[in-house]
């Protein structure tokens, strides 16, 4: 009974790095969607797939791509981080009237 | 549009008071609502959920909230605050829509805290 499963928990990068965050959901779900939450911000949405094989973007694309290659499983890449970037990130994902989500990244961009 | 609105950033209790968390929402269709609770550098925590069954749904750790349809309003409450309810609270709206756009909306969020 994992429901979202996102990996790193913590991460902390250098200016210009890249990486991965992965999201996993066991539940068979169509829609997925990463989320970025800031102080003050609340949660924004980034990217969402509404099934597998389609993307579409959220409120702050810009620095991100994603990628839905399955119906389990939505990353989200940062191919040069930024400092801006520094953020806690959740997936989620969404079946009809259940919405669940992963217990969050927390990413730190030096 | 889907939208929600909480309609205030922080709030205030004593321990042992009501909590009242407001959450306004806007949709075209019949919406899910919910309420989140993210404690300090944790994730999220669902409390409670409205999927169209009865309008008082009860959550966990003694919250519920009403769903009321003519003032689109899903607002949260509790009798009695305790010391370890004092965190960021959401309020979310997930909509079925009649498009492919189809989002899960969340509020700005609500701060509370408890006064011992």
């Known amino acids: 009974n994992a429901g979202v499963t996102q990996t790193p928990k913590f991460q902390v990068l250098k200016t210009g790095q890249s990486m991965t965050l992965q999201c996993a959901q066991d539940?068979?779900?169509?829609?997925m969607y990463w989320y970025r939450q800031d102080p003050g911000m609340g949660l924004r949405l980034i990217y969402y797939?509404?099934?597998?094989?389609?993307?579409d973007k959220g409120e702050v694309p810009n620095g991100y791509n994603v990628s839905r290659l399955n119906k389990r499983e939505f990353s989200l890449r940062l191919e040069s981080a930024a400092p801006s970037q520094t953020s806690v990130y959740f997936c989620?994902?969404?079946?009809?009237?259940?919405?669940?989500f992963g217990e969050g990244s927390w990413l730190t961009v030096v | 549009a889907q939208s929600v609105t909480q309609l205030d950033s922080h709030v205030s209790v004593s321990e042992g008071t009501p909590v009242l968390l407001r959450c306004n929402y806007s949709?075209?269709?019949?919406?899910?609502l919910f309420w989140y609770v993210q404690h300090p550098n944790k994730g999220l925590q669902l409390l409670l959920k409205?999927?169209?069954?009865?309008?008082l749904v009860k959550g966990i750790n003694g919250f519920e909230a009403e769903f009321k349809k003519s003032e689109t309003s899903f607002h949260l409450t509790k009798p009695s605050a305790h010391m370890s309810d004092a965190a960021e609270y959401f309020c979310?709206?997930?909509?079925?829509?009649?498009?492919?756009?189809?989002?899960?909306?969340f509020g700005p969020g609500t701060s509370l805290s408890v006064i011992p």
């Open positions: 989620a994902s969404r079946e009809q009237r259940t919405a669940h």
């Open positions: 539940m068979n779900h169509n829609s």
């Open positions: 797939s509404a099934s597998e094989g389609t993307t």
């Open positions: 949709s075209s269709y019949s919406p899910s």
């Open positions: 409205y999927t169209s069954a009865a309008t």
């Open positions: 979310v709206v997930s909509d079925l829509g009649k498009t492919s756009y189809d989002k899960v909306i």
